[in-house]
């Protein structure tokens, strides 16, 4: 899978990070609300917007959209802040898998869990920028259960699996969305 290319770096303020949730949500006749969750885990769409672009940067920019043909090709993108995450999806056990990829890089202060439990730091590896697109890698000594949920608590920069929202852009509107308002970006599930 491909990432996101950073440099060219966005401004400051130009690289917002959104989580999204689903819930469905009905009123009933006595005006209460009744709520349903329709997802366990987060996704999250993310904006950029650059102050400036080089030829260059741009040219890098509008392949990289190119050649993910629009909204079709899935990507991941790193968000440029550390910072603490808690309850990010890592995967489901199938009972043989020992090596899942973390949605994270440059991770510490790691809390895992399996169903929900915590995981006895002894009996399992980090290893730092060892999985797909530099991103962090936890090897279990034992698989986990088949069905197992694993989840993790880090602190580090958080990959984001996502797609270009819009799938029709020209040159001079991808230019204007990533110079002036926002090139968006649709987060997607993990699972």
Same mark, same amino acid.
């Given at each position: 899978m491909?990432e996101y290319?950073i440099?060219?770096?966005?401004s400051?303020?130009?690289f917002i990070?959104?989580?999204?949730?689903?819930?469905?949500?009905a009123?009933t006749?006595?005006l209460?609300?009744q709520?349903?969750q329709k997802q366990?885990?987060a996704?999250y769409?993310?904006?950029?917007t650059?102050?400036?672009?080089?030829?260059?940067?741009f040219?890098?920019l509008?392949?990289?959209?190119?050649a993910?043909k629009?909204?079709?090709?899935?990507?991941?993108i790193?968000d440029?802040l550390v910072?603490?995450?808690?309850s990010?999806?890592?995967?489901m056990?199938?009972? !043989?898998? *020992? +090596?899942?990829d973390i @949605? $994270?890089k440059?991770?510490?202060d790691?809390?895992?869990y399996? /169903?929900?439990?915590?995981?006895v730091s002894?009996?399992?590896?980090?290893v730092t920028?060892g999985?797909?697109?530099?991103?962090d890698?936890?090897?279990?000594?034992?698989a986990?259960?088949?069905g !197992?949920i *694993? +989840?993790i608590?880090? @602190? $580090?920069?958080?990959?984001?699996y996502c797609?270009?929202?819009e /799938?029709?852009?020209s040159r001079?509107s991808?230019e204007y969305?990533?110079?002036?308002t926002?090139?968006?970006?649709k987060?997607?599930?993990?699972?």
């Open positions: 491909s290319p440099p060219p770096y966005p400051e303020s130009g990070v959104t989580p999204v949730w689903k819930t469905i949500i009123e006749d006595s209460k609300e709520r349903k366990t885990y996704f769409d993310v904006s950029l650059y102050d400036y672009l080089s030829e260059t940067d040219k890098t509008w392949n990289f959209y190119m993910r629009g909204a079709y090709e899935a990507f991941y790193y440029l910072e603490d995450h808690d990010i999806w890592v995967g056990g199938d009972g !043989a898998t *020992i +090596t899942f @949605s $994270g440059t991770t510490t790691h809390i895992v399996i /169903d929900g439990g915590v995981v002894t009996n399992y590896t980090i920028g999985g797909l697109e530099s991103s890698r936890i090897t279990f000594n034992t986990p259960a088949t !197992a *694993i +989840t608590d880090f @602190s $580090g920069y958080l990959r984001i797609r270009f929202k /799938d029709q852009l001079e991808f969305k990533a110079l002036k926002s090139i968006l970006l987060g997607l599930n993990y699972t």
